[in-house]
């Protein structure tokens, strides 16, 4: 079984999709990370964050094995993830690494897992909440791990990368026709996870 799940930057999509899969016991990947690792690499290593050829060859040679998740959680990793992931050569680079996850079955989310990645699969989830919930998620989650975090900053920013990867050319943000709606922003985790193993349950 393939679930796929995506929706905007701190949706509750990627706790979900956890959730879920340990739930039916499938494997899973935040593919996220993987445009994280690659902004971060770049980052680390000095290199600009809008040479498509540098991009592409820092994706092509990613070790998923070693994605430290703490390290690229930081705000403006995601930030700078969603500048490199606007480039064709670099989400080509990371495409048959996530449909060969995804091929003996597990729960993806990110951006264009219904879409481009797994366009078959047998669940699909678009899990989204306000802008302003998101950013007051977002807000306590630093503020739990003692980072500092400004809520208007944080809102800025989420308003300001949803309509760069919903507005992109390549593999946009987008809900497909026979996705499953789960808007979160009146729900917690525990309401969205029953909702969601509903809808699988269903099919
Ligand atoms: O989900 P997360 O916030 O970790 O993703 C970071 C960035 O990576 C997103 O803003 C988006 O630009 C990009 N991304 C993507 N396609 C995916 C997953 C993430 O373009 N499947």
């Not at 039916?24 to 040479?51: I, M, Q, S």
């Not at 050569?89 to 990645?117: M, P, S």
């Not at 699909?124 to 900053?153: H, I, M, N, P």
């Amino acid at each position: 079984m393939i679930i796929a799940i995506d929706g905007p930057a701190a949706s509750g999509k990627g706790t979900l999709a956890r959730r879920l899969a340990a739930h039916l016991g499938l494997k899973h990947l935040d593919t996220g990370l993987l445009y994280r690792a690659v902004a971060a690499e770049l980052l680390n290593r000095g290199l600009p964050l809008d040479d498509e050829a540098t991009a592409a060859e820092v994706a092509s040679g990613l070790d998923t094995g070693a994605l430290d998740r703490d390290m690229l959680s930081a705000h403006e990793v995601g930030e700078a993830a969603s500048k490199v992931a606007v480039m064709p050569a670099v989400r080509a680079a990371l495409l048959k690494l996530q449909r060969d996850f995804a091929a003996t079955g597990a729960v993806l989310d990110g951006r264009d897992i219904g879409t481009v990645i797994c366009p078959d699969a047998d669940v699909k989830l678009f899990v989204t909440a306000s802008a302003q919930v998101r950013a007051r998620r977002r807000t306590d989650e630093l503020a739990a791990r003692g980072k500092a975090a400004d809520f208007d900053a944080i809102l800025a920013d989420l308003v300001k990368r949803d309509a760069r990867d919903a507005g992109r050319a390549v593999a946009p943000l987008k809900q497909t026709a026979d996705a499953h709606l789960l808007d979160t922003s009146e729900m917690d985790i525990e309401t969205a996870f029953r909702k969601a193993v509903d809808i699988i349950d269903s099919i």
